[in-house]
């Protein structure tokens, strides 16, 4: 991965498109350099290696094809010559699929299709390796943002309570005590999150 991580940003996955998609650029060089050592002899076997750069070219670009998976975002790089590079935050992916064909089921490589805020459309990945591990760790990575946004929330909160006034500390405190709990109960999923933010608000009314 060549895009450097911000602050506090894991790895959680890097993948890129199965070794299938070489195959056929191999197959048209082996067959290119067949007919040429077949029809041209010496000469053609120096047109088929000049021609293997063509394989070569293809294998640095695919191995250069990554998309990387981390706790803030989805990043999307391209290229070994030209360079290209596309960040989807986590927070704006709204939604994940992925489709396999029979042969890809076989062979373990399909699409994934990532749609995303209206601003940055729909992007779909085809012939990547593990689809359902990509889409899967993006979806549970999704989860983990939400819950790591919430908890910040909920600490920013406690201590804006605790702060809000010293004369009635005790209170407050509870209060924060409370919000702590609600918190712990989403995340063991004794409460779902609506539920938190019902329970939550009450507490600030109080």
Known sequence: MRTELKKEEKILLITRQHWVKLLLPIFV???AAALLIWLLETTGLLVGLVAALYPM???????SNLWTVTN??????????????????LDKINN????QSVWGRLFGYGNVDIQTAAEMGETTYEMIHHPK???DTITHAQEEYKKMQIANQANQLARAIAATNVNSLPSQQLIADELH????LMQKGAITQEEYLVQKNRLLRH
């Open 181 to 184: 709990k609600l918190f712990d």
């Open 96 to 99: 994940v699929e992925y489709d």
């Open 29 to 31: 060089w082996m067959l």
């Open 133 to 135: 591990l990509l889409k």
């Open 72 to 89: 803030l975002r989805v990043v999307d790089e391209t290229g070994f010559f030209s360079r290209y590079s596309k960040e989807s935050p």
């Open 57 to 63: 070219y293809e294998y640095f670009n695919w191995r």
